[in-house]
């Protein structure tokens, strides 16, 4: 009898879980999707498609080891392909499944587990109907330096693989896509051993780089790229090259997407802001860019055991000056916007 009344306690403990609603981002803290476990998308960016929200990002799934022979911190995990989860309020997110897997079988596909799948960004390309992803591809070493491109009638896929490129011959890793008002698309990419961002103007179906290919902050060595529009200026958030380990982040801001690109200032504030929260960027949403509200997106990675990663979201928001500002919060949902 004792047994059965646990037992039924514990049943109904766990659907109660199952249902309940987070309300609030808990930034650093383990994400549950709405099956309880724990969110696995990192170095991720978001699409807004028939008013729901997808995110895209890495799984990162397994042992964390160092690459022997590397000189710098090459920590990883095996590939593990693309995962893709659904939202409306963004803060409760459902498991859509993989979307584009690793393969875990032919050594030479380029989707290959031992080799490297970062930073996922889907945009979806109205004439065609189809949804493009593009992502960093890399060998064990990075000495591959390449974007691909993956494609898929569904939004949550499964995504076909297409395949990789230097974009114009340029080596690619960090990378973000944004399409602009004029549905035209841009891929921004660390180039040059990571030397100098480049902006792509991609093909008219996204999927593919046309000769437009502009270098922009030569020389400063910043990777992370996420970028966003405010009042017709573009706005360019990255962080340094330090491996896994944190570092500031900076803003630039240009009048046109191809344009002079201004390297500002850190846009964080307040303890820890000279570490990004100990964060780097990948994605800035825009939740009423009007008003110049915005969810800084940014990976907390922990480099001796990848899979723990954790998603650090904060509001950014743009003061009377047209500076962005990112400031920690323990917990925060999305009416602290209007407290400030
Ligand atoms: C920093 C990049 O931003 C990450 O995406 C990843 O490539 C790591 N470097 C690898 O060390």
Not at 34 to 61: D, M, S, V
Not at 90 to 109: F, I, Q, R
């Amino acid at each position: 009898m004792k047994r059965q009344l646990y037992l039924a306690v514990t049943i109904v403990l766990s659907m109660l879980r199952l249902n309940a609603q987070q309300k609030d981002f808990s930034p650093g803290e383990i994400w549950y999707d709405t099956k309880q476990q724990p969110i696995n998308a990192h170095g991720g960016g978001l699409l807004r498609h028939q008013g729901k929200y997808y995110w895209f990002g890495e799984i990162k799934k397994g042992k964390t080891w160092k690459v022997p022979g590397s000189n710098w911190e090459n920590y990883r995990v095996v590939a593990g392909g693309v995962a893709c989860y659904s939202s409306t309020d963004l803060v409760n997110w459902t498991y859509e499944g993989v979307a584009l897997p690793a393969d875990t079988n032919n050594t030479k596909s380029e989707l290959h587990i031992s080799n490297v799948i970062e930073r996922p960004k889907v945009i979806y390309h109205a004439a065609t109907k189809k949804f493009v992803m593009w992502f960093h591809l890399d060998s064990p070493d990075y000495s591959l330096a390449r974007s691909a491109v993956a494609v898929s009638d569904h939004v949550a896929g499964p995504y076909t693989y297409i395949g990789s490129v230097r974009p114009n011959g340029n080596m690619a890793r960090d990378m973000t896509v944004f399409v602009d008002d004029d549905k035209k698309a841009y891929h921004f990419y660390s180039s040059e051993e990571n030397a100098t961002m480049h902006i792509a103007l991609l093909s008219d179906d996204y999927q593919s780089h046309t000769a437009t290919d502009k270098r922009i902050l030569i020389g400063q060595s910043r990777e992370a790229p996420a970028v966003f529009k405010y009042n017709k200026k573009y706005y360019l958030l990255t962080s340094g090259c330090t491996g896994w380990s944190p570092n500031a982040a900076s803003w630039a801001v240009a009048d046109s997407i191809l344009g002079e690109w201004k390297p500002v200032s850190n846009p964080c504030t307040g303890a820890d802001a000279e570490k990004t929260f100990f964060a780097q960027s990948t994605f800035v949403l825009p939740v009423d860019p009007e008003k110049g509200k915005y969810i800084f997106m940014a990976d907390r990675w922990n480099k001796l055991n990848l899979e723990d990663s954790r998603y650090i979201w904060l509001p950014l928001q743009m003061n009377a000056q047209g500076v962005p500002e990112i400031a920690w919060q323990k917990t925060w949902n999305l009416s602290q916007f209007r407290k400030r």
